[in-house]
T-cell receptor, first 120, second 112 residues
Framework: GAVVSQHPSRVICKSGTSVKIECRSL??????MFWYRQFPKKSLMLMAT?????????EQGVEKDKFLINHASLTLSTLTVTSAHPEDSSFYIC????????????????FGPGTRLTVL | AQSVTQPDIHITVSEGASLELRCNYS??????LFWYVQSPGQGLQLLLK??????LVQGIKGFEAEFKRSQSSFNLRKPSVHWSDAAEYFC??????????FGKGTMLLVSP
Protein backbone atom coordinates (compact mmCIF):
# COMPACT_ATOMS: atom_id res chain seq x y z
CA GLY A 1 0.00 0.00 0.00
CA ALA A 2 0.81 3.73 0.05
CA VAL A 3 2.17 3.97 -3.47
CA VAL A 4 2.78 7.30 -5.14
CA SER A 5 3.48 7.61 -8.85
CA GLN A 6 4.92 10.45 -10.88
CA HIS A 7 4.72 11.06 -14.57
CA PRO A 8 6.83 11.57 -16.55
CA SER A 9 9.93 10.08 -14.98
CA ARG A 10 12.13 12.29 -17.10
CA VAL A 11 11.49 15.11 -19.52
CA ILE A 12 13.66 17.24 -21.75
CA CYS A 13 12.26 20.50 -23.04
CA LYS A 14 13.34 23.67 -24.76
CA SER A 15 13.82 26.90 -22.89
CA GLY A 16 10.61 28.91 -22.74
CA THR A 17 8.21 25.98 -22.86
CA SER A 18 6.02 24.74 -20.03
CA VAL A 19 6.18 21.29 -18.49
CA LYS A 20 3.54 19.53 -16.42
CA ILE A 21 4.42 16.87 -13.87
CA GLU A 22 1.73 14.63 -12.36
CA CYS A 23 1.74 13.11 -8.90
CA ARG A 24 -0.79 10.43 -8.05
CA SER A 25 -1.58 8.51 -4.90
CA LEU A 26 -2.52 5.09 -6.24
CA UNK A 27 -4.14 3.34 -3.30
CA UNK A 28 -5.03 6.05 -0.82
CA UNK A 29 -6.59 9.46 -0.63
CA UNK A 30 -4.33 12.43 -0.19
CA UNK A 31 -5.81 15.78 0.70
CA UNK A 32 -2.27 17.05 1.13
CA MET A 33 0.63 16.53 -1.21
CA PHE A 34 4.05 18.13 -1.26
CA TRP A 35 6.41 19.15 -4.00
CA TYR A 36 10.15 19.07 -3.45
CA ARG A 37 13.13 19.99 -5.52
CA GLN A 38 16.43 18.20 -5.13
CA PHE A 39 19.72 19.49 -6.46
CA PRO A 40 22.67 17.14 -7.04
CA LYS A 41 24.31 16.07 -3.78
CA LYS A 42 21.75 18.12 -1.86
CA SER A 43 18.86 17.45 0.41
CA LEU A 44 15.25 17.95 -0.51
CA MET A 45 13.94 21.48 -0.61
CA LEU A 46 10.24 21.86 0.01
CA MET A 47 8.71 24.03 -2.68
CA ALA A 48 5.04 23.98 -1.79
CA THR A 49 2.24 22.21 -0.02
CA UNK A 50 -0.60 21.22 -2.30
CA UNK A 51 -4.06 21.14 -0.74
CA UNK A 52 -6.99 19.44 -2.43
CA UNK A 53 -9.59 21.96 -3.48
CA UNK A 54 -7.68 25.02 -2.39
CA UNK A 55 -4.63 27.06 -3.24
CA UNK A 56 -1.18 25.70 -2.67
CA UNK A 57 1.04 27.10 0.04
CA UNK A 58 4.43 28.09 -1.29
CA GLU A 59 7.67 28.22 0.66
CA GLN A 60 9.56 31.45 0.85
CA GLY A 61 11.51 32.19 -2.29
CA VAL A 62 9.46 29.91 -4.56
CA GLU A 63 7.74 31.77 -7.39
CA LYS A 64 4.11 30.71 -7.40
CA ASP A 65 3.54 32.09 -10.89
CA LYS A 66 6.38 30.00 -12.23
CA PHE A 67 5.56 26.79 -10.43
CA LEU A 68 1.82 26.32 -10.79
CA ILE A 69 0.25 23.69 -8.58
CA ASN A 70 -3.20 22.21 -9.02
CA HIS A 71 -4.72 19.63 -6.67
CA ALA A 72 -8.08 18.99 -8.24
CA SER A 73 -8.81 15.57 -6.77
CA LEU A 74 -7.94 13.47 -3.74
CA THR A 75 -5.44 11.45 -5.72
CA LEU A 76 -3.85 13.90 -8.15
CA SER A 77 -1.66 16.96 -7.88
CA THR A 78 0.13 18.57 -10.80
CA LEU A 79 3.14 20.86 -10.93
CA THR A 80 3.55 22.99 -14.03
CA VAL A 81 6.88 24.67 -14.60
CA THR A 82 6.00 27.63 -16.78
CA SER A 83 8.43 29.22 -19.23
CA ALA A 84 11.14 26.84 -18.13
CA HIS A 85 14.77 27.89 -18.21
CA PRO A 86 17.97 25.89 -17.81
CA GLU A 87 18.22 26.87 -14.15
CA ASP A 88 14.94 25.05 -13.57
CA SER A 89 16.62 21.78 -14.49
CA SER A 90 16.40 19.58 -11.44
CA PHE A 91 14.93 16.49 -9.86
CA TYR A 92 11.38 17.12 -8.71
CA ILE A 93 9.82 14.79 -6.17
CA CYS A 94 6.30 14.75 -4.82
CA UNK A 95 4.98 13.15 -1.67
CA UNK A 96 1.54 12.51 -0.26
CA UNK A 97 -0.03 11.98 3.13
CA UNK A 98 -2.68 9.33 3.65
CA UNK A 99 -5.66 11.43 4.74
CA UNK A 100 -7.47 8.49 6.31
CA UNK A 101 -4.54 6.94 8.17
CA UNK A 102 -5.62 8.45 11.43
CA UNK A 103 -3.60 9.93 14.25
CA UNK A 104 0.09 10.61 13.85
CA UNK A 105 0.31 8.13 10.99
CA UNK A 106 -1.28 10.85 8.91
CA UNK A 107 2.03 12.70 9.17
CA UNK A 108 3.86 10.02 7.21
CA UNK A 109 4.77 11.17 3.74
CA UNK A 110 5.04 8.66 0.91
CA PHE A 111 7.24 9.72 -1.96
CA GLY A 112 6.96 9.35 -5.68
CA PRO A 113 9.90 8.16 -7.78
CA GLY A 114 10.76 11.66 -8.96
CA THR A 115 10.90 13.47 -12.29
CA ARG A 116 14.16 14.53 -13.87
CA LEU A 117 13.63 17.79 -15.75
CA THR A 118 16.25 19.00 -18.20
CA VAL A 119 15.75 22.35 -19.88
CA LEU A 120 17.92 22.98 -22.90
CA ALA B 1 12.49 26.28 14.07
CA GLN B 2 12.98 22.60 13.48
CA SER B 3 16.22 21.27 12.04
CA VAL B 4 18.03 18.02 11.38
CA THR B 5 21.75 17.39 11.38
CA GLN B 6 23.35 14.40 9.77
CA PRO B 7 27.00 14.93 10.61
CA ASP B 8 28.40 12.35 8.20
CA ILE B 9 28.25 13.28 4.51
CA HIS B 10 29.36 9.82 3.51
CA ILE B 11 30.29 6.58 5.24
CA THR B 12 32.02 3.49 3.89
CA VAL B 13 31.27 0.15 5.48
CA SER B 14 32.47 -3.31 4.58
CA GLU B 15 29.82 -5.75 3.50
CA GLY B 16 28.70 -7.76 6.50
CA ALA B 17 29.83 -5.15 9.00
CA SER B 18 27.49 -3.22 11.24
CA LEU B 19 26.25 0.26 10.42
CA GLU B 20 25.19 3.29 12.39
CA LEU B 21 24.09 6.53 10.75
CA ARG B 22 23.78 9.52 13.01
CA CYS B 23 20.92 11.97 13.17
CA ASN B 24 20.39 14.84 15.59
CA TYR B 25 17.29 16.99 15.56
CA SER B 26 15.96 20.21 16.99
CA UNK B 27 12.22 20.43 17.55
CA UNK B 28 10.07 22.41 19.93
CA UNK B 29 7.65 19.66 20.83
CA UNK B 30 7.46 15.89 20.75
CA UNK B 31 8.98 15.05 17.40
CA UNK B 32 7.87 12.60 14.78
CA LEU B 33 11.04 11.15 13.28
CA PHE B 34 11.63 9.37 10.01
CA TRP B 35 14.39 7.68 8.07
CA TYR B 36 14.16 7.48 4.30
CA VAL B 37 16.47 5.85 1.78
CA GLN B 38 17.06 7.04 -1.77
CA SER B 39 18.75 5.06 -4.51
CA PRO B 40 20.31 7.02 -7.39
CA GLY B 41 17.70 8.64 -9.60
CA GLN B 42 14.86 7.37 -7.46
CA GLY B 43 12.39 8.77 -4.98
CA LEU B 44 12.53 8.24 -1.24
CA GLN B 45 11.45 5.04 0.44
CA LEU B 46 10.34 5.09 4.06
CA LEU B 47 12.53 2.84 6.21
CA LEU B 48 10.96 3.48 9.60
CA LYS B 49 9.25 6.10 11.72
CA UNK B 50 8.86 7.03 15.35
CA UNK B 51 5.80 8.69 16.78
CA UNK B 52 5.68 7.59 20.41
CA UNK B 53 6.06 4.57 22.67
CA UNK B 54 8.95 2.15 22.41
CA UNK B 55 12.06 4.16 21.62
CA LEU B 56 13.59 1.34 19.57
CA VAL B 57 11.84 1.20 16.24
CA GLN B 58 12.09 -1.61 13.74
CA GLY B 59 11.87 -0.89 10.05
CA ILE B 60 12.13 -2.60 6.73
CA LYS B 61 15.22 -4.28 5.28
CA GLY B 62 16.58 -5.10 8.74
CA PHE B 63 17.03 -1.49 9.85
CA GLU B 64 16.26 -0.15 13.30
CA ALA B 65 16.55 3.23 14.95
CA GLU B 66 16.62 4.38 18.54
CA PHE B 67 15.06 7.61 19.76
CA LYS B 68 17.05 9.21 22.56
CA ARG B 69 15.29 12.30 23.81
CA SER B 70 18.14 13.32 26.14
CA GLN B 71 20.53 13.40 23.21
CA SER B 72 18.03 14.66 20.61
CA SER B 73 19.13 11.79 18.44
CA PHE B 74 17.53 9.19 16.21
CA ASN B 75 20.38 7.05 14.91
CA LEU B 76 19.82 4.38 12.29
CA ARG B 77 21.45 0.98 12.69
CA LYS B 78 21.80 -2.29 10.86
CA PRO B 79 23.75 -5.26 12.24
CA SER B 80 25.03 -6.55 8.89
CA VAL B 81 25.19 -4.41 5.78
CA HIS B 82 24.53 -5.80 2.31
CA TRP B 83 25.89 -4.36 -0.92
CA SER B 84 22.32 -3.46 -1.91
CA ASP B 85 22.14 -1.07 1.05
CA ALA B 86 24.43 1.38 -0.73
CA ALA B 87 22.31 4.52 -1.14
CA GLU B 88 21.64 7.94 0.34
CA TYR B 89 19.90 8.02 3.70
CA PHE B 90 17.84 10.95 4.95
CA CYS B 91 16.65 11.63 8.46
CA UNK B 92 13.59 13.87 8.83
CA UNK B 93 11.62 15.47 11.64
CA UNK B 94 8.08 16.77 11.72
CA UNK B 95 4.93 16.50 13.71
CA UNK B 96 1.38 17.61 14.22
CA UNK B 97 0.61 17.91 10.55
CA UNK B 98 3.63 20.16 10.05
CA UNK B 99 5.94 19.83 7.10
CA UNK B 100 8.98 17.60 7.25
CA UNK B 101 12.47 18.97 7.63
CA PHE B 102 15.18 16.80 6.14
CA GLY B 103 18.82 16.45 6.97
CA LYS B 104 21.37 16.82 4.19
CA GLY B 105 21.70 13.08 3.86
CA THR B 106 24.44 10.51 4.38
CA MET B 107 25.76 8.57 1.43
CA LEU B 108 26.46 4.95 2.35
CA LEU B 109 29.13 3.15 0.37
CA VAL B 110 29.56 -0.59 0.83
CA SER B 111 32.94 -2.12 0.12
CA PRO B 112 33.41 -5.81 -0.77
Amino acid sequence: GAVVSQHPSRVICKSGTSVKIECRSLDFQATTMFWYRQFPKKSLMLMATSNEGSKATYEQGVEKDKFLINHASLTLSTLTVTSAHPEDSSFYICSARDSLAGGPATDTQYFGPGTRLTVL
Amino acid sequence: AQSVTQPDIHITVSEGASLELRCNYSYGATPYLFWYVQSPGQGLQLLLKYFSGDTLVQGIKGFEAEFKRSQSSFNLRKPSVHWSDAAEYFCAVGGGYSTLTFGKGTMLLVSP
